[in-house]
């Protein structure tokens, strides 16, 4: 089973990249983490933000292999606690299906993406930071399966 971060976004700070390697370095062979990187539309005059969010969902679409089944984050998803997502994450596991996960830029996702997503889910409420947001997604997923294999990392 794969699990992919696909996100929006080529220059994230060092301190992104360090944090979500780490991350996904202790997850096990059973859910492989990757983060594959989508280049953002340039923000230039003549085209609308709908514009722009389409031309990054063809791109995103295009980096989600065919199998994997789509989750997009958004702030107005569901909300999981992370038992409740190691709960839903097992089953994925169990029935080794592959999942991306879309991280927008700057203007979010298109709705588009959003409709054809199996899933659409939230890691806050508040609104976070691209490179942070894929960071706290790695760590969550990571800590999924600490859940999941009664590792000590989660305390309840």
Do not use: C
Not at 8 to 28: C, D, I, N, T
Not at 42 to 57: F, I, S
Request: hydrophobic fraction near 45%.
């Amino acid at each position: 089973m794969r699990l992919l971060v696909v996100a929006v976004g080529l220059r994230m700070p060092g301190w992104v990249h360090q944090a979500f390697s780490e991350y996904a370095k202790r997850m096990p062979r059973t859910a492989r983490l990757e983060l594959v990187e989508v280049r953002p539309e340039p923000r230039v005059e003549g085209k609308t933000v709908k514009q722009m969010l389409a031309l990054e969902a063809g791109r995103i679409a295009a980096a989600i292999p065919p199998r994997a089944k789509t989750v997009v984050l958004d702030e107005r998803g569901r909300e999981y606690d992370s038992t409740a997502f190691a709960r839903w994450l097992k089953r994925r596991i169990e029935d080794n299906i592959d999942t991306a996960f879309v991280v927008g830029g700057a203007d979010g996702v298109a709705q588009t993406l959003k409709d054809e997503a199996e899933s659409v889910i939230r890691l806050s409420a508040m609104t976070l930071p691209h490179g942070l947001a894929r960071v706290l997604l790695a760590e969550q997923l990571y800590r999924a399966v600490s859940i999941l294999q009664n590792h000590p990392y989660h305390r309840d």
